[in-house]
């Protein structure tokens, strides 16, 4: 199967506008009252939860829950993969510094590479692994102030998210063509929430602090994972993964004008080196024509 070069970048556009959704949650979870943690990861879960159930329920009327059973397997794994990048970011955040959390979850686009190449056989562009490598020295340097040995649990604990983001996207890269695991992100949303239950403080949170959230479940989630899944169709896992670093440089962004935070100098220029990086890959990208069997790989075609 092959994928034309106006698809190839309109799954681009696509997972850039999905980045942006992702990069809200900074900004507005600076505006809670007292949600902290767990209360976060649970109540924006459940929102997420809500509303993929909403669309399913507009989708398919009485017969909601019919795609759920139709993914099977994958979508269990995949279910459990978003589950871990869901919860597993907030709580390495309580356990280690921002700048370790993020250093550790900006090498999903490498170990989604490695995986690419060893379960689906896909060749990676030389130019493709320059850009995660340059996209990785922008990171670093944006958090480089922020770096310490301290928090070794909670950097153990971050790594679960790159590992979870290269296995969810190498499933749904594998299965996207017979099976629709966009309603695996209602699993994961569910999964999220029964694992942190048992922490959360229902009397922590407000109104105010539950329409915020209510807003981060389903225009932070729901609405990018679904659309990601669609996206996942026409772009290789890599590259997904290296879109996605579009989260950690424009975060910064929405802090700045929406809360009024500075940008240390090593933010803004490690963000125009990610930036950078990722546009000459897009631009330079080649359709990906990916035969099946063991000789799957990304050829470049003029």
Known sequence: MTTSRSDHRRAV??????????SIAGVFVRRLDSAQGFEVTFWRSLFCLLAVLAVLLWQRGRHALAP?????????????????MFTCFTVALTLTSTANTLLVSSISPLLSALLAWLVLGER???????AIAVAL?????????????QGATGMLVALGVPLAVAINLVTLRKMHARVDLAPAVLLGALFSCLA???????????LHDLSILA???????ALPCMLMVRAAKHLAPQE???????EVVLGPIW???GAGEAMPPATMQGGLVVLVALVIDAWRGRTPAIAQGKSNRITSAS
Do not use: E, K, Y
């Not at 942190?196 to 407000?206: C, D, E, H, K, N």
């Open 13 to 22: 556009a696509l997972l850039c506008f999905c980045a942006l959704c992702w």
């Open 68 to 84: 759920l059973r139709a993914m099977g397997r994958a979508g269990l794994v995949s279910g459990l993969m978003w589950s871990v």
């Open 124 to 130: 990676v562009r030389p130019g493709t692994w320059w």
């Open 137 to 149: 020295g922008g990171i670093w340097w944006m958090v480089h102030d922020g770096i310490s040995a």
């Open 196 to 206: 942190t239950l048992p922490m959360v403080r229902f009397s922590a949170v407000s």
């Open 215 to 221: 807003l981060l479940g389903v225009v932070q989630l």
């Open 240 to 246: 997904m993964a290296l879109i996605g670093l579009l």
């Open 255 to 257: 802090a700045w004008v």
